[in-house]
Each structure stands twice: as C-alpha cells, then as structure tokens.
Nanobody, 118 residues
Framework: QVPFVESGGGLVQPGGSLRLTCVAS?????????MLWYRQAPGKGREWLGR????????HWEDSVKGRFTITRDNAKKTMYLHLNNLRSEDTAVYFC??????????WGQGTQVTVAS
C-alpha cells in the first residue's frame, strides 16, 4: 500500500497558481526521508520534478520547472506541498509524490490531476 495521498489539483488558467498536497500515512516515518514530486502528462512517461531533504532545508529541481515551482514540507503534519506558479499548458499532468527510495518500487498513489487551460 502506498503511504501517500495527493490532492489539490484542478483546472487553472495559464499563468495561474495551485498548491498540491501530499499527506503521509500515520505509520510512515515521514521525517526520515527525502521526498519527491513527479508528474505524468497524457501519453508520456512519469517525469521527476524535484525533491526536498528530510529536514526541508534544501530542494533540487528539474530545469523546466525551476523558478516556477516550490516544495515545502511540514514534518509535524507529515505533509509535503508543491506550489505551482505561472502555470503553462504543458504543466497539464497527473502529479504524484513519493519518497527516496520508494520511487524505485514502482508503487504510486492515485495522484492529483492538474489541468491548465483557458
């Protein structure tokens, strides 16, 4: 069972913003792990977007979203956030979270759909 639930997606106009949420289960040791965001656009493979350290003090990004997206986390709430800004049509995708090295297991949650359209 995947220990995360993603939410917060929706329909947004180009240039708009959204905040996605990834909540870990009670039994998952959230504070111990680097966390990741991925997305999968229609007809394409899953794409890594970025990661945040366990403490939340550093992030690393894929070039196409660097400067537009931000990751934060609240370890007390076992929750990670992906802040999407200046959205483009090519950002339309299902967005997923996972942990390091959980992404290697092939197990993923339902994700949350983001659609950017006018």
């Amino acid at each position: 069972q995947v220990p995360f639930v993603e939410s917060g997606g929706g329909l947004v106009q180009p240039g708009g913003s959204l905040r996605l949420t990834c909540v870990a289960s009670e039994t998952f040791s959230f504070i111990s792990y680097y966390m990741l965001w991925y997305r999968q656009a229609p007809g394409k493979g899953r794409e890594w977007l970025g990661r945040i350290t366990a403490s939340g003090d550093d992030t690393h990004w894929e070039d196409s979203v660097k400067g537009r997206f931000t990751i934060t986390r609240d370890n007390a709430k076992k929750t990670m956030y992906l802040h999407l800004n200046n959205l483009r049509s090519e950002d339309t995708a299902v967005y997923f979270c996972n942990y390091v090295p959980g992404q290697l297991s092939g197990r993923w949650g339902q994700g949350t759909q983001v659609t950017v359209a006018s």
